[in-house]
């Protein structure tokens, strides 16, 4: 930190601001009070519940509400939101706090890291055609990512990453890092994919497509409802399509039909076959039944075999959400005919209905632990990858399990709905700011070249965070500046 008559310069990010009394930096994370620079949020400790030992809730955070879990963590657990950040990247962490756990020693590593390389992987429970693979998503007009490979009874969305954050024009990197930031505290963001569909996305919650809320996400794909309701289906109606537009199912030619002895029915049906009763490519990608283009599903039936069809032959059609769904009798001239959905097939289209899960957007933030964000935990940083890969070393943000890919680095993901509420900050680099925290033994901290100089006793830390935090919500919160 440094003065400039009453202004005080910031030094916890490549920006530098400089800073006015009762004033807040750009980022909205440091303000300067009464002459002092101060990180505005509560510095965010956990600790478990007596009862279980399991779930977590926060400790001294004036109201702020917590409602994930957490493995293995000490009792309380030093998370890194609101510890703050050291820039240049030399300097020690913020917190190295050292504690006993069940007579071993250990070290806690807590920093706000600062991402300019980092993203998030959208999961949205839909089989609604969002938009091509490889398409771009924008919001408010800017590109911030793609649409990768759809998985099963969902779609994905690759957003951010460091060429929308560095490599585009100044907007771009600015709304990707506010699309990721808002991603990332859970607040809903509508995005917008090329020759595709609008979809507003928020963690935990049921995307809306198209301004439509998604309700259930498919119970499997064609071939698989024929498979899971083939026997609730035989000897109540002749044939049975599940429209899909990924593999189309139908019952007489299924395997599940075959083995129950169902009668051929001469159905011939548009796209290409794969196997027996599992039909490719019946309609385009759309929003229409079963993630098909189409909204008659009679349109994906090329007609009946006149030497196999029969007058009177009866078939359902359903989605593999059972939302929609056709039940037909052929006329004379083997042409389907709607009619009412006879109420003993009713029940199985409740029951497809009955068995898709809530339809959810899940966010994993994504962001890689460089080398400059590991010096601040030792002198050596590559001995912090090493001592991760062995297991040695346990990585959490904000408390919350997080996965870490295998190859170089110490690159994650985490679920952003196992953190506490306003876990992710930003700086207008423009960068994520996220909480990442280093847990070992204190030796093996001390063999890997930390910074052990710097280590406090967990006990020092919990007596002053809790005056802080005190003092804090006391406080009347700085106004703010616009970045
Ligand atoms: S953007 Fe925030 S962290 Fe960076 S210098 Fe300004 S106030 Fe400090």
Known sequence: MAETDDKIRCDA??????IRPGMTGACDRYANRNGELVRVDPHILLERTLSDGGEIVPFMTGGREWTGDIVNAPTPFVTAIGAGT???DYKPAPFIVSSNIDGVDMVTVVTEGIYSYCGVKVKIDTDRHLGAECATVRAKGEPVGHVTTGEYGSQMLSLGGVNHLTHGGKKEGRVTCE???????RKAVELTVDNGASVVVE????PIVNGQVEERMRVGCGSATIGMFAKQWHDKVDEVVVVDDHITGVLSEHQAGKLLGARDTGIKMKGRRSTPGRYFHVAA??????GADISDPLEIVAGFDPKVAWPGLTMLMVSTTGEQHAFYRLDESLKPVEAPLPE?????????????EPALCSVLFMGGAGGSLRAGVTENPVRLTRSVRQALTTVTAGGAPVVIWPGGGITFMVDVTLLPDNAFGYVPTP???APIEFTMRLDDYAALGGHVDHVRPLSDIVERLAKNNAKASAREAPARIKA
């Open 179 to 185: 699309t990721l930031l808002d991603l990332c505290n």
């Open 344 to 356: 003993n097939l009713r029940l199985s289209v409740e029951r497809i209905r009955e068995n898709c």
């Open 285 to 290: 990608p759309g929003t229409g039944w079963g």
């Open 13 to 18: 990010c490549p920006v530098l601001c400089y």
């Open 86 to 88: 050291t820039y240049p």
């Open 431 to 433: 960068a994520i700011v």
């Open 203 to 206: 963690a935990g919650k049921p």
